[in-house]
């Protein structure tokens, strides 16, 4: 069985953009190349990926991963090497858990005790959320309300669904992108016609705001880095997409 580079990005986790880095400097070549110019992997290159995400994992260079894995050609035997370092590594970093909770168990013993602190901005780490809602709530205030009201009505489970979807549905764009299908082919207005019922179910965008969501995925770098994730110049592509869709299907 074949995967294509945008299905093993999505079950490891590794963007496609890391994928092709990987085929270029011969740590990971894909089995073959298609006739549509898609890279394709077979399960001895899965293994060899999970082998450099272990040793990448482990503080391992790119070179030195390289070195380890082509110094072990027998598969079974690698995994047991880097088996064995990975229970190392276990220990170790339960000695270093064990170190802070003796800390933490001291300090909470000791209330007037003064903590100097090195890092402060430490103190606001998993804040982004919350920074997300304030410049929406600032930037589209009705859009924002109804947003709100939409997901006090949902599930954790609902939640995480819809992120799938969403994951998913970039990952068939990059396919359509990869493939060099235009933005105004039915088979992609198709796909974006489920973003917009997906975006409609928070609020209700009309041509121009919709317009504007495609161009903020290109602008502004927290939107963009998700779908480098994927591939390169996906974000342009979706946005074209998003504009030739507003144009021929909305109003304002």
């Known amino acids: 069985m074949s995967w294509s580079i945008a299905q093993v990005a999505r079950m490891s986790g590794v963007t496609a953009r890391t994928l092709r880095h990987y085929d270029d400097i011969g740590l990971l070549k894909p089995d073959h190349v298609g006739a549509n110019g898609y890279r394709y992997y077979e399960e ?9 995400l272990v040793l990448r994992e482990l503080g391992l260079g790119l070179s030195e991963i390289a070195e380890a894995i082509d110094s072990e050609p027998d598969t079974i035997v690698a995994l047991r090497r880097q088996y064995g370092r990975l229970l190392v590594e276990r220990d170790r970093l339960s000695r270093v858990a064990e170190t802070v909770r003796r800390t933490i168990a001291e300090l909470e013993g000791k209330p007037q005790m003064s903590v100097h602190i090195n890092r402060p ?10 920074q997300y809602e304030d410049e929406a709530r ?22 995480e669904r819809w992120q799938r979807e969403a994951t998913a549905a970039m990952i068939r764009m990059a396919e359509f992108m990869a493939a060099g299908t235009p933005v105004d082919d039915p088979a992609v207005q198709d796909e974006v016609h489920q973003h917009y019922q997906g975006i409609c179910i928070w609020w209700t965008p009309n041509r121009s705001a919709y317009k504007c969501v495609g161009q903020m995925y290109v602008d502004d770098e927290r939107f963009k880095a998700n779908y480098l994730k994927i591939a390169e110049g996906l974000a342009e592509y979706q946005a074209a997409a998003m504009a030739a869709y507003a144009d021929a299907r909305l109003t304002d």
């Open 44 to 52: 001895a290159q899965l293994l060899r990926l999970q082998q450099i």
């Open 121 to 130: 901005e430490n103190l606001f780490e998993g804040f982004e959320e919350s």
């Open 138 to 159: 600032e930037r589209w205030p009705e859009e924002f309300e109804q947003a709100q009201a939409k997901r006090a009505t949902m599930t954790e489970e609902d939640l």
